[in-house]
């Protein structure tokens, strides 16, 4: 009877968790769309134009726009997952283009000074780029509001799944916002206990610095019955991970997480689940 009202339990807030994570992804892919849009822009009037006219000097050409093309690829195939109703997936694959993020980032002031200093001493670029920013489809933004568009993008998305995260956990015991983390994935995977006790399932939420564990609340609970209550963090610098073979006859797998006080064994029936986790945690311990 116990194990199966937690079975019902389980999929209603498993219902639920879907619900909320799709409506996440719908709120994603608007902005992303619009994100796309005026990164176009930047790059058909711009980056194109410059590299076939040879207006800029092409060193000058790529301390200006940096890595512009591959955050744009990258959103590319963000909105392709997001339209897909992947968000995990795409996500994921996200996350590995955070090294150009940073590389824009650090280049962004060297940037608007190259920007300026051409525009004082090109007299052929200025007149090009106020052209090209006189057309309707910039409506009155000029060029120097359009590159830092991507780490603004960056930080809201961000900053909306660790929100998300935040409002889905009961209380406020557990600080999920916190500067400089990251969001990477989350999902429902079965805990090995280390005695003979029954698997527990529950939901694990993977940030670049801690991996929270939590339970669904009762789902009859008047103020929770919606939410999950953390059971764990763990932080990732002292973390080793393990893929675990042989004890789920070649379907899904095993991951054994090594902590300094505690090892955690985690399962899933999906194979290509366990090896996404396992490919997000080594990511994310390195």
């Known amino acids: 009877m116990t194990t199966h009202l937690s079975g019902l ?19 994603l892919l ?4 619009k994100y796309l849009e005026q990164l176009d822009l930047v790059l058909t009037y711009f980056v194109t134009i410059l590299k076939a006219k040879g207006t800029l000097k092409p060193a000058v050409l790529e301390t200006i726009f940096g ?16 339209e897909k109703g992947n968000l995990g997936p795409g996500l ?3 996350c590995q283009s955070l090294d150009l993020y940073g590389h824009y980032a ?10 300026k200093e051409q525009l004082r001493k090109n007299k052929s670029f200025r007149r090009f780029k106020k052209l090209q920013e006189a057309r309707p489809q910039f409506q009155g933004r000029e060029l120097e509001d359009l590159l830092p568009l991507p780490l603004q993008r960056l930080h809201q998305e961000n900053s909306l799944q660790l929100l998300r995260v935040q409002k889905l956990l009961k209380g406020q015991k557990t600080q999920v916002l916190t500067p400089g983390r990251w969001y990477i994935r989350e999902g429902w995977l079965l805990v090995v206990p280390s005695k003979g006790e029954e698997l527990k399932r529950r939901m694990f939420f993977l ?6 564990a939590a339970k669904p609340c009762h789902p009859l609970h008047l103020l929770n019955s919606n939410k999950l209550s953390c ?7 002292q973390c080793s991970v393990d893929k675990v073979f042989g004890h789920t006859q070649s379907q899904g797998g095993l ?7 505690k090892t955690l064994l985690l399962m899933s029936s999906n194979q290509q689940e366990i090896h996404d986790w396992y490919r997000s945690l080594t990511a994310a311990v390195r």
């Open 9 to 27: 339990v389980y999929l209603v807030h498993r219902a639920r968790w879907e619900r909320k994570r799709s409506r996440t992804a719908k709120e």
């Open 30 to 33: 608007e902005t992303e769309h």
């Open 67 to 82: 890595p512009l093309e591959s955050l744009y690829s990258a959103s590319h195939v963000l909105s392709f997952h997001l």
């Open 92 to 94: 994921e694959n996200f």
């Open 106 to 115: 650090d280049n962004l002031e060297q940037a608007n000074k190259t920007l």
């Open 207 to 212: 940030f670049s610095d801690i991996l929270i």
């Open 231 to 237: 059971q764990a963090v763990y932080p990732l610098h």
């Open 255 to 261: 991951l054994s997480l090594s902590f300094p006080q």
